[in-house]
């Protein structure tokens, strides 16, 4: 318990004959900001799926605070502090701002599920409780003037602070963000960057996943680079911009992408 | 929007109080039917509109119900009042356990495995398992309830059963939108697995849907069997589920929505009843109508039940 | 022995009914992922259909020619209502949320059935001998020439159909359609005119499985869609839904399962088992024997 550390050692997961991730390794610490990149295909969003439970690696462990949380289902893996967003919004879009953040707060709530037939006044004290929390990070992400307004109807930039304010909802010890920046615009994206320290100035470890290039140096500590659902590279910052194989690898995936 | 809700709300309910007196015995008998009937499909909205499982099998959980208090009163003697909590209970563990194997299916499967249940429900009572459900004409001669020493076997005194029935469900409708619960089952039928990425088990709560939903219509049937003194397996044929899961639909999965909905299909045909054979072909246009028009039923459910405190104005120059 | 063998033709004849109507749901669910509940019903008054063209259009003749007349007749009828079903009931609502078409179609099934039940009236009305009653005996097995009819008839519908889906530019685009209606548009394929042909595909083969139902039990009731509706749509299911061998394959298997729950066990307990085995296969192999193909994007 000492160390909240991620750790994923040779994670393996295909998909028919296709190996998406090959023996992936690598060391999330406590208090970093770590960044996976690479390539689009590369593997990053079936890494985070493999952490968070919703595909189990076929091979490899994922070892959280020392124990092993491969196989676990996604609630699982919640309730021991690892939260995530999606890369393509996942809110509960007829559902208003406060109650998708509300939604975060499932697992810290003390209610029984027969406070659902039959309230006491500790279940309405708990409720009270959790309704005050998310009007916090409301704030926190300055959305409190659409409390009330379904999610659907909110612009792109909108949405992915309500998901963050939700992963967060649930205080999370590492959260992990599946590009938080795609489809922002240059503003979003600097409130972005602050946003991310001051989640870190929380003590709150940040696994992130991003194609803004200048985003990723300017707020990582750490990164893993993938190719082919290979580790290419890792190291700080600096180093990987450095790094002959990760420039090849963007270079050479470039003009693929350009069509 | 709200505030119309909660005053047609109250309305509804001081009508319905003083109805019976209105009524003439006919109309006494069909009010009770609408109550107990509005049970079973805010029970069905629990499991269909809030945690949106396309279940077609309700009629049989109210069926349990009302075979319940029909067996253990006729065959082993049971005052109705005992009878309650069993019909209560056994539809509930009945829908965990046929629940819990199906809920991961796909919607459409979910449904035509739930109408096979029923299928096969009403199979059973007709083909009079255990000789205890009276085969195809059911069991006649049920007790009345007896409260306090007072039995309670006129039209009035039952329809203020089944209106606490109603008042009962109505509170825990209300109850489950303000609690943890609740909402973990709108979050589940929004997205399942955003659901269960921020921590909700998702199974476990459908498999509550159902087992409340089960409950619920348990004790609806209950009712309804000590309304007619007698239960028979046509009843509770899955057409009638398919009524309540369209009652739930078009009506919009809200409460007002629903009780009209149930007013339209159990009550109107008693008002029309010389064109009783045209009942189902008119729904069936209505219910095509309806959806195209409005596909979200004729009343449907809002969210944002959130407190009054965390709304706040749009800021000056925000 | 007997016993198995009647119960295989008896099987192999319930099969192909179900396996015809099967297609009817399975070809509307890949494409358009609905429950079509209104097609049972269509199969049901198409029985209907038939006994009135006989009755009034034929005149009641039973000759080879009257036969296949009625058959078509039916089936062409039968097209149409199936256009006009998707028309009226189901394109207003292909962007609508998925349970608002399902309550559509759900109204559609009343709306045919009672319909059937207002022209025809509630009682059962009894299907004409459109075929001699030729049989022939093997041992103590019996065996109709209905039944033989009716199963060479499926199995040519059925070979016609697949070669149709599977070596054609039409049946390439029914494919497409169903793996991804958007990717599908984009090349070309007008979608609309998909649906539309596979209800028209869809019904015709439900008609001629209706008056097989016709021809076999002979009674017909305004309310028999939705039994065999359900058995044939669980046959589609078992086969694995939206994949056209799929249907046959689940059609006759549920045929010969019933056939056999029948013949050994107990006819009344015939819907509980069926259903026991859908719950079974849809718990060990939910994607059905052959694999789904489903669009997945709506």
């Given at each position: 318990?000492?160390?909240?550390?991620l750790?994923?050692?040779?994670?393996?997961?295909?998909?028919?004959?296709?190996?998406?991730?090959?023996?992936?390794?690598?060391?999330?610490?406590?208090?970093?900001?770590?960044?996976?990149?690479?390539?689009?295909?590369?593997?990053k969003?079936?890494?985070f799926?493999?952490?968070?439970g919703?595909?189990?690696?076929?091979?490899?462990?994922?070892?959280?605070?020392?124990?092993?949380?491969?196989?676990?289902?996604?609630?699982?893996?919640?309730?021991?502090?690892?939260?995530?967003?999606?890369?393509t919004?996942?809110?509960?879009?007829?559902?208003?701002?406060?109650?998708?953040?509300?939604?975060?707060?499932?697992?810290?709530?003390?209610?029984?599920?027969?406070?659902?037939i039959?309230?006491?006044?500790?279940?309405?004290?708990?409720?009270?409780?959790?309704?005050?929390?998310?009007g916090?990070?409301?704030?926190?992400?300055?959305?409190?003037?659409?409390?009330?307004?379904?999610?659907?109807?909110?612009?792109?930039?909108?949405?992915?602070?309500?998901?963050?304010?939700?992963?967060?909802?649930?205080?999370?010890?590492?959260?992990?963000?599946?590009?938080?920046?795609?489809?922002?615009?240059?503003?979003?994206?600097?409130?972005?960057?602050?946003?991310?320290?001051?989640?870190?100035?929380?003590?709150?470890?940040?696994?992130?996943?991003?194609?803004?290039?200048?985003?990723?140096?300017?707020?990582?500590?750490?990164l893993?680079?993938?190719?082919?659902?290979?580790?290419?590279?890792?190291?700080?910052?600096?180093?990987i911009?450095?790094?002959?194989?990760?420039?090849?690898?963007?270079?050479?995936?470039?003009?693929?992408?350009?069509? | 929007?709200?505030?119309?809700?909660?005053?047609?709300?109250?309305?509804?309910?001081?009508?319905?109080?003083?109805?019976?007196?209105?009524?003439?015995?006919?109309?006494?008998?069909?009010?009770?039917?609408?109550?107990?009937?509005?049970?079973?499909?805010?029970?069905?909205?629990?499991?269909?509109?809030?945690?949106?499982?396309?279940?077609m099998g309700?009629?049989?959980?109210?069926?349990?119900?009302?075979?319940?208090?029909?067996?253990?009163?006729?065959?082993?003697?049971?005052?109705?009042?005992?009878?309650?909590?069993?019909?209560?209970?056994?539809?509930?563990?009945?829908?965990?356990?046929?629940?819990?194997?199906?809920?991961?299916?796909?919607?459409?499967?979910l449904?035509?495995?739930?109408?096979?249940?029923?299928?096969?429900?009403?199979?059973?009572?007709?083909?009079?398992?255990?000789?205890?459900?009276?085969?195809?004409?059911?069991?006649?001669?049920i007790?009345?309830?007896?409260?306090?020493?007072?039995?309670?076997?006129?039209q009035?005194?039952?329809y203020?059963?089944a209106?606490?029935?109603?008042?009962?469900?109505?509170?825990?409708?209300?109850?489950?939108d303000?609690?943890?619960?609740?909402?973990?089952?709108?979050?589940?039928?929004?997205d399942?697995?955003?659901?269960?990425?921020?921590?909700?088990?998702?199974?476990?709560?459908?498999?509550?849907?159902?087992?409340?939903?089960?409950?619920?219509?348990?004790?609806?049937?209950?009712?309804?069997?000590?309304?007619?003194?007698?239960?028979?397996?046509?009843?509770?044929?899955?057409?009638?589920?398919?009524?309540?899961?369209?009652?739930v639909?078009?009506?919009?999965?809200?409460?007002?929505?629903?009780?009209?909905?149930?007013f339209v299909?159990?009550?109107?045909?008693?008002?029309?009843?010389?064109?009783?054979?045209?009942?189902?072909?008119?729904?069936?246009?209505?219910?095509?109508?309806?959806?195209?028009?409005?596909?979200?039923?004729?009343?449907?459910?809002?969210?944002?039940?959130?407190?009054?405190?965390?709304?706040?104005?749009?800021?000056?120059?925000? | 022995?007997?016993?198995?063998?009647?119960?295989l033709?008896?099987?192999?004849?319930?099969?192909?009914?179900?396996?015809l109507?099967?297609?009817?749901?399975?070809?509307?669910?890949?494409?358009?992922?609905?429950?079509?509940?209104?097609?049972?019903?269509?199969?049901?008054?198409?029985?209907?259909?038939?006994?009135?063209?006989?009755?009034?259009?034929?005149?009641?003749?039973?000759?080879?020619?009257?036969?296949?007349?009625?058959?078509?007749?039916?089936?062409?009828?039968?097209?149409c209502?199936?256009?006009?079903?998707?028309?009226v009931?189901?394109?207003?609502?292909?962007?609508?949320?998925?349970?608002?078409?399902?309550?559509?179609?759900?109204?559609?099934?009343?709306?045919?059935?009672?319909?059937?039940?207002?022209?025809?009236?509630?009682?059962?009305?009894?299907?004409?001998?459109?075929?001699?009653?030729?049989?022939?005996?093997?041992?103590?097995?019996?065996?109709?020439?209905?039944?033989?009819?009716?199963?060479?008839?499926?199995?040519?519908?059925m070979?016609?159909?697949?070669?149709?889906?599977?070596?054609?530019?039409?049946?390439?685009?029914?494919r497409?359609?169903?793996?991804?209606?958007?990717?599908?548009?984009?090349?070309?394929?007008?979608?609309?005119?998909?649906?539309?042909?596979?209800?028209?595909?869809?019904?015709?083969?439900?008609?001629?499985g209706?008056?097989?139902?016709?021809?076999?039990?002979?009674?017909?009731?305004?309310?028999?869609?939705?039994?065999?509706?359900?058995?044939?749509?669980?046959?589609?299911?078992?086969?694995?839904?939206?994949?056209i061998?799929?249907?046959?394959?689940?059609?006759?298997?549920?045929?010969?399962?019933?056939?056999?729950?029948?013949?050994?066990?107990?006819?009344?307990?015939?819907d509980?088992?069926?259903f026991?085995?859908?719950?079974?296969?849809?718990?060990?192999?939910p994607?059905?024997?052959?694999?789904?193909?489903?669009?997945e994007?709506?």
């Amino acid at each position: 318990m000492a160390d909240n550390e991620l750790i994923l050692t040779n994670v393996t997961k295909r998909f028919g004959g296709l190996t998406a991730v090959d023996a992936l390794s690598m060391k999330v610490s406590s208090g970093q900001i770590y960044g996976v990149i690479g390539p689009n295909g590369a593997g990053k969003t079936t890494v985070f799926n493999c952490i968070t439970g919703i595909y189990k690696s076929e091979e490899g462990s994922v070892s959280w605070r020392g124990e092993e949380i491969r196989g676990m289902t996604p609630y699982q893996i919640v309730a021991r502090g690892i939260v995530r967003t999606f890369q393509t919004i996942r809110l509960f879009s007829q559902m208003s701002v406060a109650e998708n953040i509300m939604s975060g707060r499932h697992i810290k709530s003390s209610q029984g599920w027969w406070h659902g037939i039959c309230p006491t006044p500790g279940s309405r004290r708990d409720e009270k409780e959790n309704w005050m929390k998310v009007g916090e990070l409301l704030e926190f992400f300055n959305l409190e003037e659409f409390a009330a307004t379904p999610t659907m109807s909110l612009p792109y930039g909108h949405q992915r602070r309500v998901e963050m304010a939700r992963a967060l909802a649930v205080d999370p010890t590492l959260l992990i963000l599946d590009e938080p920046a795609a489809g922002l615009n240059d503003n979003e994206t600097a409130e972005l960057v602050d946003t991310i320290f001051s989640i870190r100035q929380k003590g709150i470890t940040v696994l992130l996943i991003e194609h803004d290039m200048e985003l990723v140096m300017k707020v990582t500590d750490y990164l893993t680079v993938l190719n082919f659902g290979k580790k290419i590279a890792e190291g700080t910052p600096e180093e990987i911009q450095k790094n002959p194989l990760v420039i090849e690898a963007y270079l050479g995936s470039e003009d693929e992408d350009d069509e | 929007m709200k505030k119309l809700s909660i005053v047609s709300l109250l309305v509804f309910l001081l009508v319905m109080a003083i109805l019976p007196h209105l009524l003439d015995p006919r109309w006494q008998t069909v009010a009770v039917t609408f109550l107990v009937f509005s049970v079973v499909a805010l029970s069905q909205d629990i499991v269909l509109g809030k945690a949106g499982m396309f279940n077609m099998g309700q009629a049989m959980f109210f069926g349990m119900g009302a075979y319940v208090t029909a067996i253990l009163n006729s065959h082993f003697g049971w005052p109705i009042m005992a009878t309650i909590p069993v019909a209560i209970i056994a539809p509930v563990l009945v829908g965990i356990v046929l629940a819990a194997p199906i809920v991961h299916l796909r919607g459409d499967y979910l449904l035509v495995v739930t109408i096979g249940f029923n299928i096969v429900f009403v199979q059973v009572l007709i083909n009079n398992l255990g000789g205890v459900t009276g085969g195809p004409n059911g069991i006649f001669g049920i007790d009345p309830l007896r409260l306090f020493g007072f039995e309670l076997s006129s039209q009035v005194a039952i329809y203020y059963y089944a209106f606490a029935v109603l008042l009962l469900t109505l509170a825990i409708m209300i109850n489950l939108d303000k609690s943890k619960v609740g909402r973990a089952l709108h979050y589940l039928r929004e997205d399942p697995l955003a659901a269960e990425s921020i921590g909700i088990n998702t199974r476990l709560y459908k498999i509550f849907a159902f087992g409340l939903g089960a409950g619920i219509a348990g004790l609806a049937g209950s009712v309804f069997a000590t309304q007619y003194s007698a239960v028979s397996p046509e009843a509770f044929e899955f057409i009638q589920s398919v009524l309540f899961f369209s009652i739930v639909l078009v009506g919009g999965s809200s409460i007002p929505g629903v009780l009209i909905g149930v007013f339209v299909m159990f009550v109107l045909p008693e008002i029309f009843r010389e064109f009783s054979t045209w009942r189902f072909f008119v729904f069936g246009f209505a219910m095509i109508l309806t959806m195209i028009l409005r596909p979200r039923g004729i009343w449907p459910a809002t969210f944002g039940k959130i407190p009054k405190f965390l709304i706040k104005e749009p800021k000056n120059g925000g | 022995m007997e016993t198995f063998f009647q119960q295989l033709a008896n099987g192999l004849t319930i099969g192909s009914m179900f396996a015809l109507v099967a297609l009817g749901y399975t070809m509307v669910y890949g494409v358009m992922r609905l429950i079509n509940f209104a097609h049972g019903d269509m199969v049901a008054a198409s029985a209907f259909v038939g006994l009135t063209v006989y009755t009034q259009v034929m005149g009641q003749a039973s000759s080879l020619f009257a036969v296949i007349a009625i058959f078509m007749l039916t089936a062409g009828l039968m097209a149409c209502v199936g256009v006009v079903l998707e028309r009226v009931a189901y394109r207003p609502l292909r962007t609508a949320p998925r349970l608002s078409a399902v309550v559509s179609a759900l109204g559609a099934s009343l709306v045919i059935q009672n319909g059937i039940m207002l022209i025809w009236g509630p009682r059962m009305r009894i299907f004409p001998e459109l075929v001699p009653q030729h049989y022939w005996h093997f041992g103590g097995v019996v065996i109709s020439l209905i039944q033989v009819l009716i199963l060479v008839i499926s199995l040519v519908l059925m070979v016609a159909l697949y070669l149709f889906i599977e070596k054609t530019r039409i049946g390439a685009a029914v494919r497409a359609s169903s793996i991804d209606q958007d990717a599908a548009r984009l090349m070309g394929i007008n979608v609309n005119n998909i649906i539309a042909l596979i209800f028209i595909i869809g019904s015709s083969l439900g008609a001629i499985g209706g008056l097989f139902i016709g021809l076999y039990y002979r009674g017909i009731t305004f309310n028999m869609g939705w039994q065999y509706g359900l058995y044939a749509f669980i046959a589609a299911i078992l086969g694995g839904i939206g994949n056209i061998p799929g249907a046959m394959l689940g059609g006759m298997l549920l045929g010969l399962f019933s056939a056999f729950i029948s013949g050994y066990v107990s006819s009344t307990w015939a819907d509980a088992f069926t259903f026991m085995l859908l719950i079974f296969i849809l718990i060990v192999r939910p994607t059905g024997l052959l694999g789904e193909r489903v669009a997945e994007k709506v």
